[in-house]
């Protein structure tokens, strides 16, 4: 979680709250990390930490809109900004489709 707050603040993003949500809880069996934070001006963001070794392609985009929608569903509101973190390479057309969904990619 340090690493993430570290690179958050980093690009001027400062958090007031921030709770860790286990994937367990949304159901999914996914190895990622979640976490629901309140920024200083009142919105919500939906941050995801994805550390794997293999290249996320389209078929990872559909898997993360749906855990979002689940995480929506789960804290019982939408969220301003949609954050995903990166340890891993990323297609290219995985990456216009991530944008075109809304999503701030940080690698």
Known sequence: MQT???SLRENGCLYKKMIE???????????IKIYHAT?????FS????????SRLLMKDVSKFEE???KLVIFSDHNFKYKILFLDAPLCS?????FMSCGWS???
């Open 4 to 6: 993430v707050v570290d």
């Open 21 to 31: 949500i286990k994937p367990s809880q949304l159901g999914v069996r996914n190895k």
């Open 39 to 43: 920024d200083t001006r009142g919105y």
């Open 46 to 53: 939906a941050i995801f930490a994805v550390s794997q070794k």
């Open 67 to 69: 855990i979002y929608h």
């Open 93 to 97: 057309k995985a990456r216009e489709a």
């Open 105 to 107: 990619i940080q690698d």
